[in-house]
């Protein structure tokens, strides 16, 4: 039973696009949602993360949007870039250091 | 300040053996989680370690264990392995603060 549900499992956009990756979760008590990116042969990497408390939070070109009464949450890739091209997780667990759900994942491919 | 160290990179074991994975935290992190990465599951949450104590565990079988050491370190043992055992095995580690850091992970095939 998947807690976390993630779409597209694939995107391809162009330099300079927008990357919209969505997920949605199930149990009202998840209280951290972060973001992670993938590079193969690596291990994910933290990129952003945000509590349901705030609806909105932006580093750099990364943005998460926060919907507490859907259940929702996306991640926003502005100004997408050839090095953004990875697979990138969206999880939620209970706290910052509890136990990680993850969503299935999303290759992204950005073309020059 | 160097970052999750798990040893080896990559392991090739024959099925009905054992094998120990291990992780080296970030300075300070307390925090021990483990994650087996497959493309068909994905990523699935193992076990994690506070304080040398598992606090939380994931479901997979009893041949799947861990343990920490005073230090934070932690390793994991897979016994009696399996084909479907082969995967990615990721160690992360946090303080609480700021979330989970993990590391480049260990390629364990089974053959």
């Known amino acids: 039973q998947q807690q976390v549900k993630q779409s597209p499992q694939s995107l391809i956009v162009q330099k300079g696009g927008i990357s919209i990756i969505n997920c949605a979760y199930e149990n009202t008590a998840f209280d951290y949602f972060p973001w992670y990116q993938q590079f193969p042969g690596k291990g994910p990497a933290l990129l952003i993360a945000?509590?349901?408390?705030?609806s909105e939070k932006k580093e750099g070109r990364f943005t998460i949007s926060f919907n507490k009464s859907a259940k929702q949450f996306s991640l926003h890739i502005m100004d997408s870039q050839p090095g953004d091209s990875a697979t990138y997780f969206c999880?939620?667990?209970?706290?910052?250091?509890?136990?990680?759900?993850f969503g299935a994942g999303t290759q992204v491919v950005v073309t020059p | 300040k160097a970052g999750v160290t798990q040893t080896p990179r990559y392991l090739i074991k024959t099925r009905g053996q054992q094998v120990t994975l291990s992780c080296s935290p970030i300075s300070g992190h307390r925090s021990v989680s483990w994650y087996q990465q497959t493309p068909g599951q994905g990523l699935q949450f193992l076990f994690e370690?506070?304080?040398?104590?598992?606090?939380n565990k994931g479901n997979f079988p009893g041949r799947f264990s861990g343990r920490q050491f005073s230090n934070s370190r932690s390793e994991m043992n897979v016994s009696t392995l399996e084909l479907g055992d082969s995967a990615l095995y990721l160690c992360a580690s946090s303080s609480g603060q700021s979330g989970y850091t993990f590391g480049s992970g260990t390629r364990l095939t089974v053959v």
């Open positions: 945000i509590r349901p408390d705030v």
């Open positions: 999880a939620a667990s209970m706290d910052s250091w509890g136990k990680l759900q």
């Open positions: 370690y506070f304080s040398e104590t598992q606090r």
